[in-house]
């Protein structure tokens, strides 16, 4: 059903009242005497990837990171390995609500991506309910974007075509849901130089070290605060090369594992139908 001129200016009033509340949200932010942090979403959010100083793969993460630099009187890190869009909205979000934050860094869709039943229209359902509950409270949300996994994943090309189709279809809804319900969305990974080898973890689908702290200090030179803390968190990986290796054996194998019953065999016929559309073209 087509919308009429009335509803379409209604919508674009809604969606400009809302961008001016959120730019009025961060300039109140940029004056905040506290910074309460709140972060929710998968595993990139829970800090994979970011060696700690003890060696271990799960460190401080951006928003761990962003909560250093700008040093917050209050965080609380609520992600999860492996979570998806309505797990984060189910799971997450209540508690996060009741923490009051008035900052809150949310990355979500990546483990949508990688499962069988994708599906766009519950990442937009649940995006949509964490922006307007948080907006609620007041807060400033900030929505991060996925990277393109046909420049990171390791895995074969036809496979990285269709997981960049997926993720570029979610970037969108990322974006639209953010610019409709008021929300920041930070589009970190256009930029070719963010792809090179050292802002990557092993397994080419978290960022590093070196990675989570430019996503923080991406999300605080856009949000214009300045950093509180003297000196960042270090970056410097103390993992061999062969504990690099033995961590992407023994995580790599457990995901397949997990994947091998729903997004392997989805990935098998999308391949097929893609096969099947372009010998018919040629016909």
Excluded at 8 to 32: C, D, G
Excluded at 37 to 55: K, P, Q, R
Excluded at 186 to 198: D, G, L, N, P, T
Aim: aromatic content about 6%; glycine content about 6%.
């Amino acid at each position: 059903m087509t919308r009429n001129s009335g509803e379409l200016l209604n919508v674009e009033f809604e969606v400009a009242l809302r961008k001016k509340e959120l730019h009025s949200k961060i300039f109140a932010l940029r004056h905040a005497r506290e910074f309460r942090i709140a972060a929710l979403g998968d595993s990139s959010v829970f800090g994979v990837g970011d060696t700690a100083a003890d060696g271990n793969s799960d460190g401080p993460g951006w928003v761990g990171r962003l909560a250093h630099d700008l040093k917050a009187d209050d965080y609380i890190n609520l992600s999860k390995n492996g979570s998806r869009a309505h797990t984060v909205t189910s799971e997450q979000m209540i508690s996060a609500t009741f923490f009051r934050p008035n900052l809150i860094c949310v990355c979500i869709g990546m483990n949508d991506v990688m499962r069988g039943n994708f599906s766009p229209s519950q990442i937009t359902d649940s995006l949509g309910k964490i922006i307007s509950e948080f907006n609620r409270i007041g807060g400033v949300v900030v929505i991060l974007g996925l990277p393109d996994p046909s420049r990171t994943a390791l895995a074969p090309k036809r496979v990285k075509a269709i997981l960049s189709g997926r993720v570029d279809l979610l970037n969108s809804i990322l974006l639209n849901v953010a610019e409709r319900e008021g929300a920041l969305f930070i589009s970190a990974w256009e930029r070719s130089e963010v792809y090179e080898r050292k802002f990557w973890h092993v397994d080419r689908m978290h960022p590093s070290s070196v990675g989570h702290q430019l996503i923080a200090d991406l999300i605080r030179n856009a949000l214009h605060l300045p950093s509180r803390s003297e000196a960042k968190l270090p970056i410097e990986n103390p993992r061999t090369k062969s504990d690099e290796l033995k961590w992407l054996i023994l995580n790599g194998s457990k995901w397949l594992l997990k994947r091998s019953v729903d997004l392997i065999p989805t990935l098998i016929y999308l391949i097929i139908l893609d096969l099947k559309s372009k010998r018919a073209r040629q016909v």
